[in-house]
Nanobody, 126 residues
Framework: QVQLVESGGGMVQPGGSLRLSCAAS????????IAWFRQAPGKEREAVSC????????WYRESVRGRFTISVDKPKNTVFLHMNSLQPDATAVYHC???????????????????WGQGTQVPVSS
């Protein structure tokens, strides 16, 4: 079964850190691009970070660059999103997503992704 399952969300205080996980099954990261998106209440979904299978340089949206890190554990077929210095504007449901292809560059456009996880909530509040 081809699927993505996120975990690791939960309440965090401003300035805190969290690590999200996305466990993949039914496909290999060697031939796929992976992204993290988020959707805050009342707002449109936006890309946070993405990674191509053969590219050592991930893409990050400007507002999280330097604080968030995407990484892949290929033997475990799991993608992580490490989030530091979280602020209330990071409150959202975070989804991981898959796009086929082994090219260098990933896309921040949600329409490029054909498989999505169910999401994990990240409330940032004191």
């Amino acid at each position: 079964q081809v699927q993505l399952v996120e975990s690791g969300g939960g309440m965090v205080q401003p300035g805190g850190s969290l690590r999200l996980s996305c466990a993949a099954s039914g496909f290999s990261f060697n031939a796929a691009k992976i992204a993290w998106f988020r959707q805050a209440p009342g707002k449109e979904r936006e890309a946070v970070s993405c990674l191509g299978p053969n590219n050592p340089f991930p893409w990050y949206r400007e507002s999280v660059r330097g604080r968030f890190t995407i990484s892949v554990d290929k033997p475990k077929n799991t993608v992580f999103l490490h989030m530091n210095s979280l602020q209330p504007d990071a409150t959202a449901v975070y989804h991981c997503a898959h796009a086929p292809g082994d090219g260098l560059f990933c896309s921040s456009a949600s329409g490029e992704y054909d498989l999505w996880g169910q999401g994990t909530q990240v409330p940032v509040s004191s």
